[in-house]
C-alpha cells in the first residue's frame, strides 16, 4: 500500500500565502504524475495543478501565476506555494499521486487539508 499525507493547511488572510506539502509513503515502485485538487463547500472536486515525474507541469487558468506546484523525486514528496490567497481558494486540498506498488499501478489520495482564507 500507499499512504499519501499532506501538511501546511490552515488559516490566511487575504492576499496570504500558504506551502502545502504531500508525502507519498509504503511500497513505492515507480512514481508518475503527482497533483493537487481542491473541493470546496458543495462544489466537486476539481484539480487545480499536477506534475509529471519528468517535471512538467499543469495548472488551472485561475491559478496561473499564483500557485506553483514541484517535487522532490527522492522524496515522493509534492509542493503547493500558493501565493496572493483568496477568500475563493478555501477549500479542503487533497493530494494525488499515481504509483506503482509491483502489483498495478493506482491513483492514490491523501485525506485533506483544509485551507481558509480570511476576507
Known amino acids: 500500500q500507499v499512504q499519501l499525507v499532506e501538511s501546511g493547511g490552515g488559516l490566511v488572510q487575504s492576499g496570504g500565502s500558504l506551502r502545502l506539502s504531500c508525502a507519498a509513503s509504503?511500497?513505492?515502485?515507480?512514481?508518475?504524475?503527482m497533483g493537487w485538487y481542491r473541493q470546496a463547500p458543495g462544489k466537486q472536486r476539481e484539480l487545480v495543478a499536477s506534475i509529471t515525474s519528468g517535471g512538467t507541469t499543469n495548472y488551472v487558468d485561475v491559478m496561473k501565476g499564483r500557485f506553483t506546484i514541484s517535487r522532490d523525486n527522492a522524496k515522493n514528496t509534492v509542493y503547493l506555494q500558493m501565493n496572493s490567497l483568496k477568500p475563493e481558494d478555501t477549500a479542503v486540498y487533497y493530494c494525488n499521486g499515481r504509483f506503482a506498488n509491483g502489483i498495478a499501478v493506482i491513483d492514490y489520495w491523501g485525506q485533506g487539508t483544509q485551507v481558509t482564507v480570511s476576507s
Open positions: 509504503g511500497r513505492i515502485l515507480g512514481s508518475y504524475a
